[in-house]
């Protein structure tokens, strides 16, 4: 059986941006009810990814590789098909909830619009849709007739999370879901998605930079620097050993590592991601990385199997604990 | 905050401009007099009851003529206002939507538009064309179309790149759906403040067309002809240009109040700041 979503050594460049790729031979699957966390800071080409997933990349974008959605290959489908995709078999859910709600328009009738459109419900039916959709998400005691501005964040989010929902999907890409929410709301949305994703078979795509809601949420991590994956595989796998220096990096930097470690000032990854067109010649991680030797700057390591499913781009990876 | 003054002359505004819209409307169904009736006898009569504001060199009742020239001034220049935001709202959206060539092309065409007199060229499409009404409905319009365009693709393109818009992608819409739904309600309010300025540049532009004879035709009374045909009484009967004159200008503050109150009202920023 073939993979739900299959990402082929996906390539995306932006003339207008410079020769060098956004995204560079990205591979990855998702089967059905498998979750999947992209890590890396900003810049890396998360969202990128995301965008060339739902074929909404900026205008001029070339794209190279191969991106199949349920055995169809997405990179040859006409915009029609892309637009009877959209909504229906994928769903998105974005970072902001202030912004991505239309603050002209009443929360139902926003969520109306996908049944009705792709599900061809009637008016009556597909308020009643709207009710039950408000309801799973836990808004049941809000009314359909609020405008965004009426709701809180939180609850903003869950009504993005509903719109995403509303036809059904088979992926979900949920960009951020949780960054512009508080640290308890943070919980609660990312737990309602675990929870709708297991209910319906959903694959999930987690896009975050947050390690701790991957280590919690996703069965698989993939994690990204400057556009190329540079290590993948099982969580708990890539947790335990952290192959990559920069995935360790990102650990380290995070304040869930020094939690237990009592007071001491946050470490920082120095330097930052490299601009697309100042990518240095070899591994690109190598001006930043404690560990780079004369190999690193010479060529781009490949990925390269370090046990069962876990992968990693490194010429020197860490040794497991 | 200056709320006060915005709220007066919205308030104003609508009155004025509700009133004349009445009047236009009254006029239908009831004038003291036939307008176009002709009562030599009783020609240049001053206002009295009898006639409220006096009667013209032939003998016409002036306040029943101003009020039938109302309904012709407005009539006019709303379908003029019609075809205008019906030519330019739709294609400034295309122009947002699709951008590319099609977006070069509709503003290219707008400057050329712009390039002319509006009037000069009003005053030719009547003479090709042959004077009326309709013509002149057809070329106010057609200059106001760019004027509508430009605005709707300037407001638009401000709309396209927001979230909901790339949210609404992600459900499966098209630029159609995505334009009719998200981008024209968020932008609503910038097109009816230029609508009612446009509405009263298109009275003047009535008035200014009837004046020099391409716009309504006699026996209609409009009041550009009005005051056309005061001219030769300028000295020894100014009433007769003075009225429809005050109509004119009446109508045109009024709409422009209305104009700048709802402006007031409907931008987002000055509701914030109160």
């Known amino acids: 059986m073939s993979a739900l979503l299959e990402l082929d050594d996906l390539s995306v460049r932006l003339p207008a941006a410079g020769p060098v790729p956004l995204l560079d031979r990205v591979s990855l699957s998702l089967e059905r009810g498998e979750s999947l966390g992209v890590v890396g800071e900003s810049g890396c080409g998360k969202s990128m990814a995301a965008l060339a997933i739902m074929g909404l990349l900026p205008p001029g974008a070339v794209v190279s590789g191969g991106l199949r959605f349920d055995g169809q290959d997405l990179l040859a489908a006409p915009e029609a098909a892309w637009c009877a995709l959209r909504g229906r078999r994928i769903g998105m859910v974005f970072q902001e909830p202030m912004t991505a709600l239309n603050p002209i328009q009443r929360i139902g009738a926003q969520l109306a619009e996908g049944p009705r459109r792709h599900l061809r419900l009637g008016r009556g039916a597909a308020e009643s849709e709207v009710l039950r959709l408000l309801d799973r998400v836990g808004l049941a005691r809000i009314s359909p007739d609020r405008y965004p501005h009426q709701l809180s964040g939180g609850q903003r989010q869950r009504v993005m999370i509903a719109m995403a929902l509303a036809c059904g999907p088979d992926l979900l890409l949920a960009d951020e879901p949780t960054t512009a929410l508080d640290m308890t709301i943070q919980g609660q949305i990312l737990a309602l998605l675990a929870e709708l994703a297991a209910e319906r078979r959903m694959a999930l795509l987690l896009i975050t930079h947050d390690l701790g809601v991957v280590a919690r949420h996703a069965a698989r991590t993939l994690v990204m620097y400057a556009g190329r994956v540079v290590e993948t595989g099982p969580t708990p796998a890539v947790f335990a050993r952290m192959a990559h220096p920069y995935t360790h990096g990102l650990f380290a930097a995070s304040p869930h590592a020094i939690m237990a470690g009592g007071r001491r000032r946050l470490p920082t990854i120095q330097g930052q991601v490299p601009e697309p067109r100042a990518r240095p010649p070899g591994c690109c991680f190598a001006p930043r990385c404690a560990a780079a030797a004369e190999d690193c700057r010479q060529s781009p390591p490949m990925l390269a199997p370090l046990d069962a499913g876990h992968l990693a781009a490194c010429y020197h990876p860490r040794a497991a604990a | ?274």
Request: charged fraction near 10%; hydrophobic fraction near 55%; proline fraction near 7%.
């Open chain 2, 1 to 274: 905050m200056a709320r006060p003054i915005h709220a007066v002359s919205l308030w104003l505004g609508a009155a004025i401009s509700g009133a004349m819209l009445a009047i236009a409307l009254l006029s239908l169904v009831w004038t003291p007099y036939p307008p176009t009736a002709i009562d030599i006898v009783h020609r240049l009569a001053l206002p009295s009851a009898r006639h409220w504001l006096g009667t013209d060199p032939i003998g016409r009742d002036i306040a029943s003529m101003l009020m039938a020239g109302a309904r012709n001034s407005l009539l006019v220049a709303l379908i003029a206002l019609a075809v205008g935001a019906g030519l330019g709202v739709p294609l400034g959206a295309l122009a947002a939507a699709r951008r590319g060539w099609v977006d070069e092309l509709v503003m290219r065409g707008s400057d050329l538009a712009f390039a002319f007199p509006a009037l000069l060229t009003a005053v030719m499409i009547a003479a090709l064309a042959g004077p009326g009404a309709g013509n002149a409905m057809l070329a106010i319009g057609l200059f106001a179309a760019p004027v509508f365009a430009r605005l709707t693709r300037g407001a638009a393109l401000g709309v396209w790149p927001r979230d909901f818009v790339l949210a609404a992608r992600t459900a499966g819409r098209g630029n159609t759906t995505i334009t009719l739904l998200h981008v024209l309600p968020n932008i609503a309010g910038v097109l009816i403040v230029q609508a009612t300025i446009q509405f009263a540049l298109a009275i003047l532009a009535e008035a200014g067309l009837s004046y020099v004879g391409l716009g309504t035709q006699p026996p209609q009374p409009s009041w550009g002809r009005m005051l056309a045909d005061a001219q030769t009484y300028i000295f020894t009967a100014p009433r007769l240009a003075i009225f429809p004159g005050l109509a004119i200008s009446l109508t045109v503050l009024g709409l422009n109040l209305l104009g700048d109150g709802l402006r007031d009202l409907l931008d987002p920023r000055l509701r914030r700041a109160r």
